[in-house]
């Protein structure tokens, strides 16, 4: 009698396929740079599903963007680094200052317009009326 050999190596699925997969999911891979291949690997799906998926208009035609990653660390030490201050953070008494200033200079430029506004429609209205009174000295 011939013993046959246990296979003791089970090779198990690392990526489950998910129970529904969306053109968004696909989108946001192919802007992160994940190709056909890698979303076949990715989902654990097989060649003909890939191809089905891209088959659908919205990722018809679609491609992977190329993500260019540096090969080094990039930092900018031309800005004093503070490490209590974070960057985009402004200090509360400046930004409210800068808001009242703002503000008065708003209502100044609104209250220039509105009196300039006020006396163009007072000449208008005095020629209106020197005209009514020149036509009526003159209608006999």
Same mark, same amino acid.
Request: hydrophobic share 30%; net charge negative; proline share 4%.
């Given at each position: 009698?011939?013993?046959?050999?246990?296979?003791?190596?089970?090779?198990?699925?690392?990526?489950?396929?998910?129970?529904?997969?969306?053109?968004?999911?696909?989108?946001? !891979?192919?802007?992160?740079?994940?190709?056909?291949?890698?979303?076949?690997?990715?989902?654990?799906?097989?060649?003909?599903?890939?191809?089905?998926?891209? !088959?659908?208009?919205?990722?018809?035609?679609?491609?992977?963007?190329?993500?260019?990653?540096?090969?080094?660390?990039?930092?900018?030490?031309?800005?004093?680094?503070?490490?209590?201050?974070?960057?985009?953070?402004? !200090?509360?008494?400046?930004?409210?200052?800068?808001?009242?200033?703002?503000?008065?200079?708003?209502?100044?430029?609104?209250?220039?317009?509105?009196?300039?506004?006020?006396?163009?429609?007072?000449?208008?209205?005095?020629?209106?009326?020197?005209?009514?009174?020149?036509?009526?000295?003159?209608?006999?």
């Amino acid at each position: 009698m011939v013993e046959m050999r246990e296979n003791t190596q089970t090779q198990e699925n690392t990526n489950a396929t998910p129970e529904t997969i969306t053109t968004s999911m696909i989108l946001e !891979d192919l802007d992160s740079g994940i190709d056909r291949t890698g979303i076949k690997t990715k989902y654990n799906l097989e060649t003909w599903e890939v191809k089905q998926m891209f !088959d659908h208009p919205v990722l018809k035609g679609k491609k992977a963007k190329r993500v260019k990653r540096l090969s080094f660390s990039f930092v900018d030490d031309t800005v004093p680094t503070n490490p209590d201050v974070l960057p985009g953070q402004v !200090d509360l008494i400046e930004a409210i200052e800068e808001v009242e200033n703002t503000s008065i200079k708003d209502a100044v430029i609104d209250e220039m317009n509105g009196r300039q506004e006020m006396d163009a429609q007072d000449q208008i209205q005095e020629m209106e009326t020197r005209g009514d009174d020149w036509a009526n000295e003159t209608n006999y």
